[in-house]
């Protein structure tokens, strides 16, 4: 939390990248526990302006930088009981629970929410296009002239013979 008002509680949101289990539900806590200790929250914001308005970042603003906002929210003193699962969470410099809040999330019936930033989905995109090969990629290399090697690389190569006249020798082409 990050002020309490008469009526209002200011929270600060934190995301991960980190996917929860898969059939939660029916996984044990152990389980549970070692993805949650797995997992790093991070401090996030939100993008007021530009092309990536609306979109989550990690990257702390600039100073003075107005078109990044801590992502916080505002919810009803009335309501909390209903939308707050655990309360004083902590979480360390790297973005780990400490071990009461652990052993308290993975109690939860319900699993954490993966969200990708701007950089989460700039780092997937190039890691993407590094594991495509490139298409387009020439080279130049001098190969041998010998007729197997015509055969084998080239229907319209041209067979260099030696000075004999006679085909099948290992010179390359000029």
């Not at 990536?52 to 107005?66: F, I, L, M, Q, S």
Request: proline share 6%; hydrophobic share 35%; glycine share 4%.
């Amino acid at each position: 939390m990050l002020r309490v008002l008469p009526n209002l509680v200011e929270v600060r949101y934190f995301t991960t990248p980190t996917p929860p289990l898969e059939n939660y539900e029916r996984c044990s806590v152990q389980k549970r526990s070692e993805r949650l200790s797995e997992i790093c929250f991070r401090r996030t914001w939100h993008v007021r302006f530009g092309k990536h308005v609306g979109r989550a970042t990690y990257k702390p603003p600039y100073p003075n930088n107005e078109d990044l906002q801590v992502w916080k929210g505002v919810l009803n003193t009335s309501d909390l009981d209903d939308v707050l699962l655990i309360r004083n969470v902590k979480i360390d410099a790297e973005g780990k629970l400490d071990e009461a809040s652990l052993r308290l999330a993975a109690q939860l019936p319900i699993s954490h929410e993966k969200l990708d930033t701007i950089e989460d989905e700039i780092d997937a995109a190039s890691h993407a296009t590094a594991l495509t090969p490139n298409l387009f990629t020439s080279s130049q290399e001098i190969l041998c002239s010998c007729v197997a090697c015509s055969r084998l690389l080239s229907r319209d190569y041209v067979v260099a013979q030696d000075s004999n006249g006679a085909s099948g020798s290992h010179f390359p082409i000029d």
